[in-house]
């Protein structure tokens, strides 16, 4: 598992460590993280779990892991708050390299890429619901992001690799639950924040959009 402890992250190894302890899983996961020591202060439960080792290194040129492994989640990318947007682009595609190189090597059966619903660009004011076969992902971006550029060609990537095993993309929109930054770019954990100093909160926008966010226990089910 790449991007383990950001937020997806964290929730899918909670979700690991619940269906280990609960539901005899059986299983174990190697965890890649830049830093262990702050996911061990962020969420000591889940650094100390039995089933879960913490490996560190950066997505892009980590050491693989000795062992056999069945599965990848690969979900590492850096937020679009960093001051570098080239090094942002970098590392979710030099990163997703590495990852692919790395499932050849050890032979997975079954690997997920998480994307992003960034891949479409700006949804238009005449859509209301994306639909499952949306083919914006396909034209150019009207508004320059490196972070949405970088999964387009991170997905290129994990279509094109012709390792062995199956490979699945999933493009994730908003998520709301514990674990969610207060001072990112995520507009529900700025809402949060705003609440809990006392307001104001602040919306930038005239009021009219209206967005959905899926539970994060949900999404990892």
């Known amino acids: 598992l790449t991007g383990a402890t950001g937020f997806m992250g964290s929730w899918l190894l ?12 059986d299983a174990h ?11 061990a202060a962020k969420a000591p439960h889940l650094a100390s779990h039995s089933s879960i080792m913490l490996v560190q290194g950066d997505v892009r040129s980590f050491t693989f892991p000795k062992g056999p492994f069945s ?28 990852v692919l190189d790395f499932g050849r090597a050890c032979g997975v059966s079954k690997s997920l890429f998480i994307s992003s619903g960034a891949v479409y660009g700006p949804q238009l004011p005449s859509c209301l619901h994306m639909p499952e076969d949306e083919t914006a992902v396909e034209r150019p971006l009207t508004v320059p992001s490196a972070y949405a ?17 199956q490979r699945t993309i999933a493009r994730c929109f908003a998520f709301l639950g514990p674990h ?3 001072d990112g770019q995520f507009a529900a954990g700025n809402f949060i924040r705003d609440g809990l100093q006392g307001g104001p909160i ?5 009021g009219t959009p209206f967005r959905s966010y899926l539970y994060a226990a949900d999404l990892v089910v």
């Open 14 to 25: 909670e979700s690991f460590a619940w269906a280990c302890d609960h539901l005899g899983l």
């Open 29 to 39: 996961v190697v965890a890649l993280t830049r830093d262990p020591n702050r996911f």
């Open 71 to 98: 599965h990848i989640i690969h979900g590492a990318a850096q937020p679009s708050s960093m001051e570098s947007q080239q090094l942002q682009h970098d590392i979710i595609v030099e990163g997703t390299r590495h």
């Open 149 to 165: 550029e970088g999964k387009r060609e991170a997905e290129r990537l994990w279509r094109e690799e012709s390792g062995p095993g």
């Open 180 to 182: 969610l930054p207060l």
């Open 202 to 206: 602040r919306v930038h926008g005239d």
